[in-house]
């Protein structure tokens, strides 16, 4: 099911969601509420680790180059 309830009377309907123009950085940053709907939705379409793979990555790429121990380590995570 692509409509999913937020509260009790909204609810986002994912199925004509376009990727192709979605900033994801911003659809996460700024919509909490409408990410957790997100992560069920992909739940439901078995598509969750991807978003979560593409935030780890996101996550990794925004480390600060000097701090190489924490580079290593989440590169370490990242391998799993």
Do not use: V
């Not at 609810?11 to 994801?24: P, R, T, V, W």
């Not at 925004?62 to 701090?67: A, K, L, S, V």
Request: contains cysteine.
């Amino acid at each position: 099911d692509s409509n999913l309830s937020i509260g009790l009377s909204q609810s986002i309907d994912f199925s004509n969601l376009n990727l192709e123009n979605l900033d994801l950085n911003e659809f996460i940053t700024k919509n909490t509420r409408e990410l957790e709907q997100f992560k069920k939705f992909l739940e439901t379409q078995e598509a969750l680790n991807d978003l979560m793979c593409w935030m780890d990555i996101e996550a990794y790429m925004r480390i600060d180059p000097n701090e190489k121990k924490k580079i290593e380590e989440h590169a370490k995570m990242l391998k799993k």
